[in-house]
C-alpha cells in the first residue's frame, strides 16, 4: 500500500501562481491516491473467491 501523498508545507508554494503549483501537484496525486485506496478497499470488500469456488 502507497502512503498518503505529503501535504506541502506552506513555504513551498510561492503565491506566485506557477504551472503547476506545488498545491496541484500534491492534490492530483491525492485523487490518485484515494482512488487507489478505494480499488484496495473494494476489492477486498469483493466475495470473489466465494464465486470462484462455487464455479469449481
Known sequence: MNERPTQPEDWECCESEC?????????????????????????LNTPQTKEQDNES
Open 19 to 43: 504551472s503547476p503549483c506545488v498545491w496541484d501537484t500534491y492534490y492530483e496525486a491525492l485523487r490518485e491516491w484515494n482512488a487507489e485506496q478505494k480499488a484496495i478497499k473494494d476489492a
